[in-house]
């Protein structure tokens, strides 16, 4: 298309909200750029050279302080607009958040689980935006006033902020002190904190006050890792472009905070790795990217001791190979539990070794399985529990010691469950207790809310500990559940997972929603939300579609499926879906909706771009759309670590194909759905100025008259809104824009 020039000129910005009913039309600046080798830039192992160049009109949109006058004045114009155009939302949104507010139990506990001499949980309370951190005693009644000790009340930490996102609440092995980590900006840059436990005679709080310690640890990833004792701290910091880079060994009571440096990876595709056995005695560190791992293990006791970095000894477990991952679980003093995909395993399969010959990986102790991934090990004193899928579905198995010593000779049991379609998983945040002796998982379908089981590993007996309560008169037989397929381009049968109510008229189509996400092998399983109950109460269809680049179908449904030059059939399964929907007359393109967020929000922008006449509306979530422009800079965060997800522009391998569905470049003079977009200001992981640039540049080029709304968050990041009841306002409003577009006959 050809670009008209505009002189920036700030009175047309001001105008541009009072005349707030048409959209904003931002000024046009030439601005090249260039894919391949560029100075001394990282651009991969094998950039273009000469490099290639491209004009981008819109890049004055990118302002990575977030404070320049002309952007902010843009996006306040973006505001202004949006309000204009969703204020005939405004009662449907009322009532729809009121919905959600009636399901959840505004008061409410977690289900507690024990760690040492505690059993810890959170609390929420009816009006109050956050989450309460508590513990009881063993042996006394989670929310008992009199046993209570509440730890962090976020509602205090969060007054006078705009945004607080409480990362971890962790207590040293001693259990009398305590690092909470906070961001209070959306950027992901964590402060982590300190307080002590100490006696108070007056008995409030349990009888215990918790002291803030004069200390904190700044630009940290948020993740906490305790020593064996209350004054050693393991911690992970960040690069310039926000990667984990570091990982640190902190002594509390050195006054001098001369902190040693464990681990530094200096190649930007990777990132550092660090985590604690289960039984707290190692400690792992390493580096890890996509598709490679490379781990060490070191004796926690002693790295508390050491004096230098140089003193630390670091077991080696495998020398980072390409395409080859694991992950290293210990058990007792001497065996080693390893996940790994080495030796042509995409679905994994599981080793056991020794400390003193980790490299040797011979022992298969459960063979890889083309049916059946294995995604997780989590190694108790007496028994392993494995996380996986079979059948799209996930799994969970056990395996025994044997003899009290050993998991050698044992076989996995898969714990089974009743319903045909279903979630569970291990809850391993609850799971702290090396020498327990049940495991606990959470367990739910579209149709059954949330169950918290405590399982024995041997009988598979479970005690249910928590069961989620939905109000506003949810019943789960009132709703069905099935699953469908829908056949791709090349033969390939993609999973939908459908939800809609018993009483819905399914002879004829309806209103549907279609989500779907579809990247970094990540699975969109069939769990209950309360999120989609507004839409089935209307009589939607509520579906989900398992395409490929998630890992719902195995490893293989990802990196063969929809990765680096296959990424197309993605876009492509999400049309095949949306289309035996409509083949099937469950829906009609005029009653058909759909979502996705993030790389989900990619999954939106391509397939518009495709099949813009298959869908009424659509929402897109903190979409990542300026692939190109954003894939080829390695200074954008977390840009370097993405090539091993989309490849890399900057070389001419991938340069073309990632150019044919980048959303973005790939907008033309057509017809497109109503289109909600969602972002925010601080999001690290998909900066606001692309959602900002695909709305000016749909805008500029669409055919139709519909609208292109774009909601910009200017006080949160990638997750949203941090306070509950703001968050669920923001899902009420782009559920009204959905109703409104596709169930029209309600309004």
């Known amino acids: 298309m050809q670009f008209a020039h505009v002189a920036y000129d700030s009175t047309l910005f001001s105008e541009g909200i009072r005349n707030s009913m048409q959209p904003p039309t931002p000024k046009l600046i030439d601005h090249i750029v260039r894919y391949g080798k560029v100075g001394d830039e990282d651009r991969g192992s094998d950039p273009m050279d000469p490099p290639r160049e491209r004009n981008d009109p819109l890049f004055w949109l990118r302002d990575d302080s977030r404070s320049k006058p002309e952007v902010i004045d843009h996006l306040r114009q973006e505001e202004a607009y949006f309000k204009s155009k969703t204020t005939d939302l405004s009662e449907l949104t009322d009532t729809i958040y009121k919905e959600h507010i009636s399901h959840i139990q505004e008061t409410d506990m977690t289900a507690p689980y024990r760690n040492g001499s505690f059993l810890y949980y959170t609390r929420t309370v009816a009006g109050l935006s956050y989450k309460i951190h508590c513990r009881v005693p063993a042996g006394k009644t989670p929310g008992d006033a009199s046993a209570e000790q509440v730890i962090l009340d976020e509602n205090i930490l969060a007054e006078g902020k705009s945004h607080c996102e409480v990362r971890q609440v962790h207590f040293s092995e001693t259990h009398d002190r305590c690092g909470y980590s906070v961001d209070f900006t959306g950027d992901e840059l964590f402060t982590i904190y300190f307080m002590d436990a100490?006696?108070?005679?007056?008995?409030?709080?349990?009888?215990?006050?918790?002291?803030?310690?004069?200390?904190?640890?700044?630009?940290?990833?948020?993740?906490?890792?305790?020593?064996?004792?209350?004054?050693?701290?393991?911690?992970?910091?960040?690069?310039?472009?926000?990667?984990?880079?570091?990982?640190?060994?902190?002594?509390?009571?050195?006054?001098?905070?001369?902190?040693?440096?464990?681990?530094?990876?200096?190649?930007?595709?990777?990132?550092?790795?660090?985590?604690?056995?289960?039984?707290?005695?190692?400690?792992?560190?390493?580096?890890?990217?996509?598709?490679?791992?490379?781990?060490?293990?070191?004796?926690?006791?002693?790295?508390?001791?050491?004096?230098?970095?140089?003193?630390?000894?670091?077991?080696?477990?495998?020398?980072?190979?390409?395409?080859?991952?694991?992950?290293?679980?210990?058990?007792?003093?001497?065996?080693?539990?390893?996940?790994?995909?080495?030796?042509?395993?995409?679905?994994?399969?599981?080793?056991?070794?020794?400390?003193?010959?980790?490299?040797?990986?011979?022992?298969?102790?459960?063979?890889?399985?083309?049916?059946?991934?294995?995604?997780?090990?989590?190694?108790?004193?007496?028994?392993?529990?494995?996380?996986?899928?079979?059948?799209?579905?996930?799994?969970?198995?056990?395996?025994?010691?044997?003899?009290?010593?050993?998991?050698?000779?044992?076989?996995?049991?898969?714990?089974?469950?009743?319903?045909?379609?279903?979630?569970?998983?291990?809850?391993?945040?609850?799971?702290?207790?090396?020498?327990?002796?049940?495991?606990?998982?959470?367990?739910?379908?579209?149709?059954?809310?949330?169950?918290?089981?405590?399982?024995?590993?041997?009988?598979?007996?479970?005690?249910?500990?928590?069961?989620?309560?939905?109000?506003?008169?949810?019943?789960?037989?009132?709703?069905?559940?099935?699953?469908?397929?829908?056949?791709?381009?090349?033969?390939?049968?993609?999973?939908?997972?459908?939800?809609?109510?018993?009483?819905?008229?399914?002879?004829?189509?309806?209103?549907?929603?279609?989500?779907?996400?579809?990247?970094?092998g990540i699975c969109l399983d069939p769990e209950f939300s309360i999120s989609y109950l507004p839409y089935l109460d209307r009589g939607m269809v509520y579906a989900v579609a398992h395409i490929r680049g998630g890992g719902e179908m195995g490893r293989r449904w990802y990196e063969v499926g929809a990765k680096y030059l296959t990424k197309r059939n993605t876009f492509q399964d999400f049309v095949s879906c949306a289309e035996a929907l409509i083949e099937a007359k469950v829906t009609t393109p005029q009653q058909l909706a759909c979502e996705g967020r993030s790389a989900g929000g990619l999954l939106i922008g391509a397939v518009l771009n495709m099949r813009p006449d298959l869908f009424s509306c659509a929402i897109?979530?903190?979409?990542?759309?300026?692939?190109?422009?954003?894939?080829?800079?390695?200074?954008?965060?977390?840009?370097?670590?993405?090539?091993?997800?989309?490849?890399?522009?900057?070389?001419?391998?991938?340069?073309?194909?990632?150019?044919?569905?980048?959303?973005?470049?790939?907008?033309?003079?057509?017809?497109?759905?109503?289109?909600?977009?969602?972002?925010?200001?601080?999001?690290?992981?998909?900066?606001?100025?692309?959602?900002?640039?695909?709305?000016?540049?749909?805008?500029?080029?669409?055919?139709?008259?519909?609208?292109?709304?774009?909601?910009?968050?200017?006080?949160?990041?990638?997750?949203?809104?941090?306070?509950?009841?703001?968050?669920?306002?923001?899902?009420?409003?782009?559920?009204?824009?959905?109703?409104k577009h596709a169930v029209k006959r309600l309004l």
């Open 620 to 739: 897109a979530g903190v979409p990542f759309v300026d692939v190109m422009t954003t894939m080829c800079d390695p200074s954008i965060p977390l840009t370097t670590g993405e090539w091993e997800e989309w490849g890399n522009p900057n070389e001419y391998k991938y340069f073309e194909y990632m150019k044919s569905y980048s959303p973005i470049d790939n907008v033309a003079r057509q017809a497109y759905p109503h289109i909600f977009i969602h972002a925010g200001l601080h999001d690290p992981r998909v900066a606001f100025w692309e959602p900002a640039k695909w709305a000016a540049k749909l805008r500029m080029e669409k055919t139709d008259t519909n609208d292109v709304l774009l909601k910009m968050e200017m006080d949160s990041g990638h997750f949203s809104a941090s306070d509950r009841y703001k968050y669920w306002k923001e899902m009420a409003l782009q559920q009204a824009f959905v109703v």
């Open 198 to 520: 100490a006696p108070r005679e007056d008995g409030v709080n349990g009888g215990v006050s918790f002291v803030v310690r004069d200390e904190t640890i700044i630009g940290t990833n948020g993740d906490i890792i305790w020593g064996l004792d209350n004054n050693t701290l393991f911690y992970t910091t960040k690069d310039a472009a926000k990667r984990d880079d570091k990982i640190w060994r902190r002594l509390l009571n050195d006054t001098s905070k001369s902190d040693i440096l464990l681990h530094s990876e200096a190649d930007t595709v990777f990132y550092a790795i660090a985590g604690k056995s289960l039984d707290g005695k190692t400690l792992f560190v390493g580096s890890g990217s996509s598709e490679t791992t490379e781990l060490y293990l070191i004796d926690v006791a002693s790295v508390q001791q050491a004096g230098a970095a140089e003193a630390v000894s670091k077991l080696l477990i495998r020398k980072r190979e390409k395409g080859v991952r694991y992950s290293v679980e210990p058990h007792g003093a001497s065996d080693l539990v390893i996940l790994t995909n080495e030796g042509d395993c995409p679905n994994n399969k599981i080793i056991l070794t020794t400390r003193a010959d980790a490299s040797n990986w011979s022992n298969i102790l459960v063979a890889h399985d083309d049916a059946i991934f294995y995604q997780g090990v989590a190694v108790f004193e007496k028994f392993l529990v494995v996380d996986g899928r079979c059948n799209g579905l996930t799994r969970v198995w056990t395996m025994p010691v044997a003899g009290g010593e050993s998991f050698q000779g044992q076989e996995l049991r898969e714990y089974v469950q009743k319903e045909p379609v279903f979630t569970i998983e291990p809850v391993h945040g609850h799971n702290q207790e090396y020498s327990a002796d049940t495991f606990r998982v959470i367990y739910s379908s579209m149709t059954t809310p949330s169950t918290w089981y405590d399982v024995c590993p041997i009988s598979h007996n479970a005690t249910a500990v928590k069961v989620r309560l939905v109000g506003g008169g949810f019943k789960a037989e009132d709703y069905v559940c099935d699953r469908r397929f829908a056949k791709a381009p090349d033969g390939t049968m993609i999973p939908m997972s459908v939800v809609y109510r018993k009483d819905l008229d399914v002879s004829k189509p309806q209103p549907c929603m279609l989500y779907g996400y579809g990247s970094y």
